[in-house]
Nanobody, 118 residues
Framework: VQLQASGGGLVQAGASLRLSCAAS??????YAWFRQAPGKEREFVAA????????RYANSVKDRFAISRDSAKNTVYLQMNTLKPEDTAVYYC??????????????WGQGTLVTVSS
């Protein structure tokens, strides 16, 4: 199983970025994005059910970020709009055999750094 995250970078506040997570090895029930800012604990950002596309978001991003999936490419995306400096973090994609609502992740990809300058 491999989860390959990409798409991070340095942007100015208000800009957009799209992160990608290419999955291989098997299909999971739920895919999610988490992030970890410097000096802080890792936190949940967004999750999607692979089978029916149901989603859930952290309150801090739900009006700005959108998670989606492309079954043909086995890839999950995180579209991030109106980025703020507080969105600066290493973003990790993760996969779970469990429901969208448990957030018990079984596999983690490497992180991709998102830096938002003010």
């Amino acid at each position: 199983v491999q989860l390959q995250a990409s798409g991070g970078g340095l942007v100015q506040a208000g800009a957009s970025l799209r992160l990608s997570c290419a999955a291989s090895g098997r299909t999971f029930s739920t895919y999610a994005w988490f992030r970890q800012a410097p000096g802080k604990e890792r936190e949940f950002v967004a999750a999607i059910s692979w089978s029916d596309g149901r989603t859930r978001y952290a309150n801090s991003v739900k009006d700005r970020f959108a998670i989606s999936r492309d079954s043909a490419k086995n890839t999950v995306y995180l579209q991030m709009n109106t980025l703020k400096p507080e969105d600066t973090a290493v973003y990790y994609c993760a996969a779970s055999l469990y429901s969208l609502y448990t957030l018990l992740m079984d596999y983690w990809g490497q992180g991709t750094l998102v830096t938002v300058s003010s």
